[in-house]
Protein backbone atom coordinates (compact mmCIF):
# COMPACT_ATOMS: atom_id res chain seq x y z
CA UNK A 1 0.00 0.00 0.00
CA UNK A 2 2.87 2.30 -0.89
CA UNK A 3 4.05 4.49 1.96
CA UNK A 4 0.52 5.03 3.67
CA UNK A 5 1.85 1.06 5.56
CA UNK A 6 4.80 3.17 7.38
CA UNK A 7 1.89 4.99 9.15
CA UNK A 8 0.75 2.43 11.79
CA UNK A 9 1.08 3.87 14.96
CA UNK A 10 1.12 2.12 18.30
CA UNK A 11 -0.29 5.22 19.96
CA UNK A 12 -1.61 3.29 23.45
CA UNK A 13 0.99 0.64 23.61
CA UNK A 14 4.63 2.53 22.55
CA UNK A 15 7.90 0.54 23.23
CA UNK A 16 8.99 1.17 26.79
CA UNK A 17 12.04 3.16 27.75
CA UNK A 18 12.47 6.75 29.40
CA UNK A 19 13.45 9.42 27.33
CA UNK A 20 16.93 10.76 27.63
CA UNK A 21 16.03 14.39 28.85
CA UNK A 22 16.86 16.13 31.86
CA UNK A 23 13.36 17.94 33.31
CA UNK A 24 12.40 21.14 33.79
CA UNK A 25 10.42 23.39 35.78
CA UNK A 26 8.83 26.49 33.95
CA UNK A 27 7.72 29.55 35.36
CA UNK A 28 6.28 30.38 31.90
CA UNK A 29 5.59 28.78 28.33
CA UNK A 30 8.23 28.05 25.88
CA UNK A 31 8.93 29.45 22.36
CA UNK A 32 8.05 26.18 20.20
CA UNK A 33 11.48 24.73 19.07
CA UNK A 34 10.26 21.72 17.30
CA UNK A 35 10.20 20.87 13.70
CA UNK A 36 7.92 22.94 10.98
CA UNK A 37 4.04 22.73 12.18
CA UNK A 38 2.04 22.08 8.44
CA UNK A 39 0.10 24.76 7.47
CA UNK A 40 -3.82 24.97 8.97
CA UNK A 41 -6.13 23.10 7.52
CA UNK A 42 -9.57 24.34 6.98
CA UNK A 43 -11.88 21.54 5.56
CA UNK A 44 -15.56 22.72 4.51
CA UNK A 45 -18.30 21.00 6.32
CA UNK A 46 -18.66 17.75 4.31
CA UNK A 47 -22.73 17.20 2.67
CA UNK A 48 -24.52 14.42 4.10
CA UNK A 49 -23.46 10.69 4.43
CA UNK A 50 -27.38 9.14 3.62
CA UNK A 51 -28.27 5.90 5.31
CA UNK A 52 -28.49 4.58 1.70
CA UNK A 53 -26.62 1.59 -0.37
CA UNK A 54 -24.08 2.59 -2.26
CA UNK A 55 -24.22 1.81 -6.23
CA UNK A 56 -23.65 -2.10 -7.06
CA UNK A 57 -20.39 -1.47 -8.88
CA UNK A 58 -19.13 0.19 -5.70
CA UNK A 59 -20.19 -1.98 -3.55
CA UNK A 60 -18.72 -5.14 -4.97
CA UNK A 61 -15.26 -3.15 -5.84
CA UNK A 62 -15.69 -2.70 -1.57
CA UNK A 63 -16.33 -6.07 -0.89
CA UNK A 64 -13.53 -7.21 -2.96
CA UNK A 65 -11.26 -5.24 -1.12
CA UNK A 66 -12.20 -6.01 2.10
CA UNK A 67 -11.76 -9.83 1.38
CA UNK A 68 -8.34 -8.79 0.14
CA UNK A 69 -7.45 -7.19 3.30
CA UNK A 70 -9.12 -9.95 5.14
CA UNK A 71 -6.64 -12.04 2.83
CA UNK A 72 -3.28 -9.91 3.78
CA UNK A 73 -4.07 -9.13 7.50
CA UNK A 74 -4.93 -12.24 8.67
CA UNK A 75 -7.40 -10.30 10.71
CA UNK A 76 -9.17 -12.91 13.08
CA UNK A 77 -11.80 -9.92 12.96
CA UNK A 78 -12.41 -6.29 11.47
CA UNK A 79 -15.34 -3.82 10.81
CA UNK A 80 -15.00 -1.63 7.67
CA UNK A 81 -17.18 1.32 6.81
CA UNK A 82 -17.03 3.90 3.62
CA UNK A 83 -19.41 6.49 3.64
CA UNK A 84 -19.80 8.72 0.72
CA UNK A 85 -20.81 12.05 0.52
CA UNK A 86 -24.70 12.71 -1.05
CA UNK A 87 -24.18 9.01 -2.02
CA UNK A 88 -24.33 6.81 0.50
CA UNK A 89 -22.83 4.29 3.30
CA UNK A 90 -21.20 0.61 3.36
CA UNK A 91 -19.97 -1.59 5.74
CA UNK A 92 -18.31 -4.56 6.42
CA UNK A 93 -16.65 -6.74 8.00
CA UNK A 94 -17.75 -8.76 11.91
CA UNK A 95 -21.34 -8.00 13.37
CA UNK A 96 -22.27 -5.25 15.67
CA UNK A 97 -22.56 -7.39 18.43
CA UNK A 98 -18.99 -7.84 19.12
CA UNK A 99 -17.49 -4.28 18.50
CA UNK A 100 -13.92 -4.00 18.26
CA UNK A 101 -11.64 -1.65 19.83
CA UNK A 102 -10.35 1.86 18.34
CA UNK A 103 -7.55 2.35 20.40
CA UNK A 104 -6.49 6.08 20.18
CA UNK A 105 -8.96 7.04 17.26
CA UNK A 106 -10.81 7.16 20.61
CA UNK A 107 -9.49 9.90 21.67
CA UNK A 108 -11.24 12.15 19.85
CA UNK A 109 -13.86 11.62 21.26
CA UNK A 110 -12.19 12.82 24.89
CA UNK A 111 -11.46 16.06 22.88
CA UNK A 112 -14.93 16.75 20.90
CA UNK A 113 -16.39 16.42 25.07
CA UNK A 114 -13.92 18.73 25.97
CA UNK A 115 -14.50 21.12 23.51
CA UNK A 116 -18.03 20.83 24.24
CA UNK A 117 -17.37 22.27 27.76
CA UNK A 118 -15.65 25.00 25.87
CA UNK A 119 -18.36 26.34 24.18
CA UNK A 120 -20.40 26.11 27.11
CA UNK A 121 -18.53 28.23 28.82
CA UNK A 122 -17.58 25.75 31.37
CA UNK A 123 -13.93 25.49 30.32
CA UNK A 124 -11.59 27.49 28.20
CA UNK A 125 -8.71 26.34 25.93
CA UNK A 126 -6.34 28.81 27.43
CA UNK A 127 -7.45 27.18 31.48
CA UNK A 128 -3.83 26.54 33.13
CA UNK A 129 -4.20 22.89 34.18
CA UNK A 130 -3.40 23.90 37.85
CA UNK A 131 -7.31 25.21 37.84
CA UNK A 132 -8.64 22.03 37.90
CA UNK A 133 -5.92 19.24 39.19
CA UNK A 134 -3.41 19.27 41.32
CA UNK A 135 0.63 18.53 41.22
CA UNK A 136 0.79 18.22 37.82
CA UNK A 137 4.37 19.12 36.21
CA UNK A 138 4.09 22.92 34.93
CA UNK A 139 0.46 22.68 35.63
CA UNK A 140 0.31 26.56 35.96
CA UNK A 141 1.36 27.28 32.64
CA UNK A 142 0.69 24.05 30.80
CA UNK A 143 -3.49 24.79 29.35
CA UNK A 144 -5.98 22.29 28.40
CA UNK A 145 -5.06 23.14 24.79
CA UNK A 146 -1.78 21.61 25.52
CA UNK A 147 -3.48 18.61 26.82
CA UNK A 148 -5.08 18.16 23.65
CA UNK A 149 -2.31 19.09 21.13
CA UNK A 150 -0.02 16.76 22.98
CA UNK A 151 2.32 19.91 23.71
CA UNK A 152 2.34 19.82 27.55
CA UNK A 153 5.58 18.33 27.84
CA UNK A 154 4.82 15.60 29.96
CA UNK A 155 5.83 11.86 29.89
CA UNK A 156 3.35 9.30 28.84
CA UNK A 157 2.98 6.65 31.80
CA UNK A 158 2.88 3.78 29.19
CA UNK A 159 6.59 4.67 28.12
CA UNK A 160 7.60 3.99 31.58
CA UNK A 161 9.97 0.29 31.64
CA UNK A 162 7.98 -0.48 34.96
CA UNK A 163 4.52 0.18 33.74
CA UNK A 164 5.44 -1.29 30.31
CA UNK A 165 6.56 -4.73 32.14
CA UNK A 166 3.18 -4.34 34.20
CA UNK A 167 0.31 -4.42 32.47
CA UNK A 168 -2.77 -3.26 34.26
CA UNK A 169 -5.16 -0.48 34.45
CA UNK A 170 -3.62 2.21 35.88
CA UNK A 171 -6.04 5.40 37.18
CA UNK A 172 -5.22 9.23 36.08
CA UNK A 173 -3.53 9.55 39.73
CA UNK A 174 -1.77 6.55 39.28
CA UNK A 175 -0.51 7.98 35.50
CA UNK A 176 0.04 11.38 37.18
CA UNK A 177 2.72 10.40 39.30
CA UNK A 178 4.57 8.25 36.69
CA UNK A 179 4.94 11.90 34.79
CA UNK A 180 5.52 13.62 37.93
CA UNK A 181 8.12 11.27 38.58
CA UNK A 182 9.66 11.97 34.87
CA UNK A 183 9.75 15.37 35.60
CA UNK A 184 8.18 17.63 32.24
CA UNK A 185 9.91 17.02 29.57
CA UNK A 186 9.90 20.22 27.95
CA UNK A 187 7.96 23.40 28.91
CA UNK A 188 4.69 23.67 27.62
CA UNK A 189 4.26 24.81 24.29
CA UNK A 190 7.97 24.97 23.34
CA UNK A 191 7.49 20.81 21.72
CA UNK A 192 5.61 17.49 20.59
CA UNK A 193 5.17 14.80 22.73
CA UNK A 194 2.57 12.19 22.55
CA UNK A 195 1.12 11.42 25.84
CA UNK A 196 -1.72 9.54 27.30
CA UNK A 197 -1.44 10.79 30.14
CA UNK A 198 -2.29 13.62 28.85
CA UNK A 199 -5.44 12.65 28.00
CA UNK A 200 -6.07 10.43 30.92
CA UNK A 201 -5.94 14.04 32.96
CA UNK A 202 -8.33 15.43 30.12
CA UNK A 203 -10.55 12.87 31.30
CA UNK A 204 -10.57 14.28 34.93
CA UNK A 205 -11.10 17.53 33.78
CA UNK A 206 -14.23 16.65 32.22
CA UNK A 207 -15.00 14.59 35.39
CA UNK A 208 -14.78 17.59 37.50
CA UNK A 209 -16.42 20.12 35.15
CA UNK A 210 -18.76 18.00 33.84
CA UNK A 211 -20.27 16.20 37.13
CA UNK A 212 -19.56 12.55 35.44
CA UNK A 213 -16.82 9.72 34.54
CA UNK A 214 -15.28 10.52 30.93
CA UNK A 215 -17.39 7.41 29.62
CA UNK A 216 -20.85 8.37 31.03
CA UNK A 217 -19.85 12.22 29.35
CA UNK A 218 -18.90 10.72 25.73
CA UNK A 219 -22.62 8.34 26.24
CA UNK A 220 -24.65 11.23 26.47
CA UNK A 221 -23.24 13.72 24.93
CA UNK A 222 -21.86 12.23 21.88
CA UNK A 223 -23.67 8.30 21.62
CA UNK A 224 -26.62 8.68 22.48
CA UNK A 225 -27.72 12.02 20.49
CA UNK A 226 -26.12 10.61 17.48
CA UNK A 227 -28.01 7.61 17.77
CA UNK A 228 -24.70 5.12 17.83
CA UNK A 229 -26.30 1.92 18.34
CA UNK A 230 -22.66 -0.22 18.45
CA UNK A 231 -20.58 2.85 19.84
CA UNK A 232 -19.89 2.30 23.57
CA UNK A 233 -16.90 4.42 25.74
CA UNK A 234 -15.40 1.81 28.58
CA UNK A 235 -15.32 2.50 31.99
CA UNK A 236 -11.88 3.05 32.47
CA UNK A 237 -10.69 -0.46 33.71
CA UNK A 238 -13.95 -1.91 34.14
CA UNK A 239 -13.66 -4.40 31.81
CA UNK A 240 -14.30 -5.19 28.14
CA UNK A 241 -17.20 -7.93 28.54
CA UNK A 242 -18.35 -8.94 24.77
CA UNK A 243 -15.71 -6.39 23.01
CA UNK A 244 -13.51 -8.77 20.32
CA UNK A 245 -10.89 -9.87 22.16
CA UNK A 246 -6.95 -8.69 21.22
CA UNK A 247 -4.73 -11.20 19.28
CA UNK A 248 -1.19 -11.14 18.62
CA UNK A 249 1.82 -12.91 17.91
CA UNK A 250 4.09 -10.15 19.03
CA UNK A 251 3.46 -8.73 22.58
CA UNK A 252 1.01 -9.21 25.16
CA UNK A 253 -2.56 -7.19 24.82
CA UNK A 254 -4.00 -5.17 26.94
CA UNK A 255 -7.68 -4.94 28.23
CA UNK A 256 -8.87 -2.13 25.96
CA UNK A 257 -10.27 -0.76 29.01
CA UNK A 258 -7.09 -0.11 30.62
CA UNK A 259 -6.86 3.13 27.93
CA UNK A 260 -9.36 5.14 29.68
CA UNK A 261 -9.83 8.40 28.41
CA UNK A 262 -6.91 7.79 25.94
CA UNK A 263 -9.09 5.22 23.69
CA UNK A 264 -12.15 4.62 25.08
CA UNK A 265 -14.66 3.35 22.09
CA UNK A 266 -15.46 -0.20 20.99
CA UNK A 267 -17.91 -0.20 18.54
CA UNK A 268 -18.50 -0.61 14.30
CA UNK A 269 -16.83 1.12 11.55
CA UNK A 270 -20.41 2.59 10.29
CA UNK A 271 -20.85 4.12 13.47
CA UNK A 272 -17.37 5.47 13.42
CA UNK A 273 -18.13 7.10 10.06
CA UNK A 274 -21.13 8.69 11.23
CA UNK A 275 -19.52 10.07 14.44
CA UNK A 276 -17.00 11.69 12.09
CA UNK A 277 -19.14 12.69 9.78
CA UNK A 278 -21.50 14.69 12.41
CA UNK A 279 -18.09 16.07 13.69
CA UNK A 280 -16.96 17.76 10.52
CA UNK A 281 -20.45 18.91 10.05
CA UNK A 282 -20.81 21.17 12.88
CA UNK A 283 -23.10 18.85 14.29
CA UNK A 284 -21.53 18.15 17.76
CA UNK A 285 -19.77 21.70 18.48
CA UNK A 286 -19.71 24.82 16.59
CA UNK A 287 -17.57 25.35 12.70
CA UNK A 288 -15.03 27.36 14.80
CA UNK A 289 -14.20 24.44 17.06
CA UNK A 290 -13.83 22.14 14.16
CA UNK A 291 -12.11 24.31 12.53
CA UNK A 292 -9.62 24.80 15.86
CA UNK A 293 -8.98 21.33 15.53
CA UNK A 294 -6.99 21.55 12.57
CA UNK A 295 -5.52 25.32 12.85
CA UNK A 296 -2.19 24.42 14.46
CA UNK A 297 -0.68 20.78 13.05
CA UNK A 298 2.43 19.78 15.08
CA UNK A 299 4.61 17.13 13.46
CA UNK A 300 4.24 13.53 14.73
CA UNK A 301 6.49 10.53 14.68
CA UNK A 302 6.68 9.74 10.83
CA UNK A 303 7.13 12.02 8.03
CA UNK A 304 3.65 12.85 6.84
CA UNK A 305 1.75 12.64 9.96
CA UNK A 306 0.39 15.58 11.95
CA UNK A 307 -1.64 16.50 15.44
CA UNK A 308 -4.05 19.40 16.55
CA UNK A 309 -6.82 19.57 18.75
CA UNK A 310 -7.38 15.58 19.01
CA UNK A 311 -7.10 15.33 15.10
CA UNK A 312 -4.42 14.09 13.36
CA UNK A 313 -3.78 15.33 9.62
CA UNK A 314 -2.24 12.94 6.81
CA UNK A 315 -0.15 14.38 4.11
CA UNK A 316 2.02 11.56 2.24
CA UNK A 317 3.12 11.15 -0.93
CA UNK A 318 1.22 7.92 -2.41
CA UNK A 319 2.76 6.67 -6.19
CA UNK A 320 1.81 9.53 -7.80
CA UNK A 321 -0.75 11.54 -5.54
CA UNK A 322 -0.39 13.88 -2.65
CA UNK A 323 -2.95 11.47 0.08
CA UNK A 324 -4.45 14.34 2.65
CA UNK A 325 -6.99 12.50 4.97
CA UNK A 326 -8.12 14.33 8.52
CA UNK A 327 -9.02 11.31 10.69
CA UNK A 328 -7.55 9.52 14.04
CA UNK A 329 -5.51 6.47 13.99
CA UNK A 330 -4.95 4.28 17.00
CA UNK A 331 -2.65 1.16 17.66
CA UNK A 332 -1.35 -1.40 20.61
CA UNK A 333 -0.76 -4.81 20.17
CA UNK A 334 -3.45 -7.19 18.93
CA UNK A 335 -5.54 -4.03 17.02
CA UNK A 336 -5.18 -1.24 14.97
CA UNK A 337 -7.53 1.16 13.71
CA UNK A 338 -7.50 4.34 11.45
CA UNK A 339 -10.88 6.54 10.21
CA UNK A 340 -10.57 9.02 8.13
CA UNK A 341 -11.89 12.00 5.95
CA UNK A 342 -10.85 12.75 2.20
CA UNK A 343 -11.84 15.54 1.03
CA UNK A 344 -10.71 14.76 -2.61
CA UNK A 345 -12.71 11.55 -2.35
CA UNK A 346 -15.49 12.83 -0.73
CA UNK A 347 -15.63 10.23 1.51
CA UNK A 348 -15.58 8.63 5.04
CA UNK A 349 -13.42 5.23 5.68
CA UNK A 350 -13.06 3.22 8.62
CA UNK A 351 -11.53 0.46 9.52
CA UNK A 352 -10.82 -1.96 13.05
CA UNK A 353 -9.23 -4.92 12.97
CA UNK A 354 -7.39 -6.93 15.18
CA UNK A 355 -4.27 -9.28 14.91
CA UNK A 356 -1.21 -7.23 13.66
CA UNK A 357 -2.29 -6.02 9.91
CA UNK A 358 -2.54 -2.71 9.32
CA UNK A 359 -5.65 -0.73 9.44
CA UNK A 360 -3.74 2.36 7.80
CA UNK A 361 -3.14 0.57 4.64
CA UNK A 362 -6.84 -1.20 4.80
CA UNK A 363 -8.52 2.05 4.61
CA UNK A 364 -6.17 2.91 1.52
CA UNK A 365 -6.83 -0.02 -0.46
CA UNK A 366 -10.79 0.56 0.25
CA UNK A 367 -10.08 4.24 -1.28
CA UNK A 368 -8.56 3.07 -4.36
CA UNK A 369 -11.43 0.70 -4.62
CA UNK A 370 -13.71 3.89 -5.23
Request: some cysteine; glycine content about 10%.
Amino acid sequence: MHRTAVLMLSLLATTAGAADYKPVRCAARGSYAGRPPHAAMVVPPPAAVPEAALDPGVTTRLDTALAMIKGRTAAPAVTAAVGIEGKGLWTGGDTAEQPLFWASAGKTFTAVVALQLVQEGKLSLDDPVSRWLRDVPNGDVVTVRDLLAHTAGLFSANEDVKAHADPRYRSPAETLAIARRHGAMFCPGANWHYSNTGYDLLGEIVRIVDHRPIDEAITVRIIAPLGLKTLRALPPGGGSKGVVPLVSKQEKPIDPSWAGAAGPIVGSAGDMVRFWAALLGGHLIEPSLVTAMTATLYPMFDQGTFYGLGAMLFDVPDGNKQLRWIGHTGGTPGASALVVYSPADHAFVAVALTGDGSAVASVNALLKAL
